[in-house]
């Protein structure tokens, strides 16, 4: 699923990215404790959060995950949007809950990706 | 001796800024060539260890260095320590205050994503004096 379907399927604001909509994903990971994110080793390439700071970038960069969707509306803040930019992660925003927005992206053909428990 | 090293002072209780040491190391790391999962495996213990530092220690000092079959992380800092290692490194243990957790840290993970993604983890520590932790990921 391109990062154009994930904006489409979330209804999603793009506040870092456009010229990112054609990147390809493949997998996906949900959470709001970062450090849940960096418990996978496997590549996860879109990271869903309801946390809106500048570690969820960091932790996103850490991870080589390619595009944030954050929930409930979340606005990324200048300085989120800044290491966006220079890390080229794309940053999109959606009123959805992280329940819907997962459910909504699951039911659209992206599943989890390969992880090990 | 090594054939890269690297140091960094991390700026305590500075939250916008932490992981910007792990960040430089990942950058360098990709810049010469290395497997992208070691490069993964030393920053998700190297970015766990800065945040780490940032949370509890007031900050402290990172040293990584390349060798031909490895990579070497030390995280130094003098913090208060940690008083029971054991408990420490039980997955979900934290001493972190709720604004931490707020801020998507303080689940009790950090140490135990440190020793999971490296080969080998040692963490010394002394209460009241700082903590050491060496961490090695072979190639």
Do not use: W
């Amino acid at each position: 699923m391109k990062i154009e379907e994930v904006v489409r399927v979330l209804n999603a604001d793009v506040y870092y990215g456009n010229d990112l909509l054609d990147v390809e994903l493949n997998s996906a990971c949900a959470a709001d404790m970062m450090s849940d994110v960096l418990a996978f080793l496997k590549d996860q390439a879109l990271l869903i959060s309801g946390l809106c700071n500048p570690q969820v970038v960091r932790t996103a960069d850490m991870m080589d995950i390619k595009c944030i969707a954050l929930v409930r509306g979340k606005v990324p803040t200048e300085d989120m949007i800044r290491l966006a930019r220079e890390k080229k992660i794309a940053i999109i925003s959606s009123k959805m809950r992280m329940y819907i927005a997962c459910g909504k992206l699951y039911e659209s053909g992206l599943k989890a990706g390969e992880v090990s428990v | 001796m090594s054939s890269l090293h690297m140091e960094f002072d991390v700026a305590g209780n500075n939250f916008v800024s932490a992981g910007s040491a792990s960040d430089e190391v990942k950058s360098k790391l990709k810049s010469i060539g290395i497997d992208p999962t070691i490069i993964r495996k030393v920053a998700i213990g190297m970015y766990e260890g800065e945040i780490n530092m940032v949370i509890h220690a007031g900050g402290g000092r990172a040293i990584v260095d390349l060798y031909a079959d490895y990579i070497d992380v030390l995280l130094k800092d003098e913090g208060p320590g940690i008083a029971d290692i054991e408990l420490a490194m039980q997955d979900g243990y934290s001493t972190a205050p709720e604004a931490i957790r707020d801020l998507g840290f303080g689940a009790g993970m950090g140490l135990p994503n440190m020793k999971r993604f490296t080969d080998e983890f040692n963490l010394q520590s002394e209460v009241g004096v700082g903590t050491e932790v060496r961490m090695r990921v072979y190639f």
